[in-house]
């Protein structure tokens, strides 16, 4: 016989039965997560296509704009899961639209540095105010202690967020 937490799913997906989820809140979470998708995609499409520079590429430039240069292994690092072939593709074509440059690193020279151009600071300013444009509509919905109460939600799912195992 099934125990009503085995009933629900919430024994059997980890969460604790003394927080049981309301699915009507769980659809709301959903809806606005498919919603926020549709809009951070079409967004990106339309940078893409004004600058044909991916979402991807603009976040290795905000990783080499917020450490400096780095090798190739020390980017890998700050983007888990990137497969090492696209990483590849990718820098090469940041560095072909003069996003990025490789030198030689004196330190190892059997390795290079790779660091975003000014040109790629730009692109990457562009990127960054787009984004802040969204964040300033969707905030603008919103009471100040609304604000204040959602940046402290977020703040608490994304320092205790576990990806789900693959």
Known sequence: MLSSAD?????RKGLPIEHPLDSLQVQAVLD???????????????FEDETSCSPEEANVIRI???HGPLMVKDIKKALP????????RLLDSLETQGYAA??????????????????GMRLLGEFTHDLEVLVQNMLSTLTPTERLILVELFTKIQTSWKAPAH
């Open 7 to 11: 009933e629900s799913g919430e024994k």
């Open 32 to 46: 606005f997560m498919l919603f926020l998708n549709d809009t951070l995609s079409r967004t990106s499409q339309q």
């Open 64 to 66: 080499l704009a917020q």
């Open 81 to 88: 899961g990137m497969d090492p072939s696209k990483l590849t």
């Open 102 to 119: 490789r030198t030689l690193n004196k330190e190892n020279r059997r390795s290079f540095l790779v660091a975003p151009t000014e040109r």
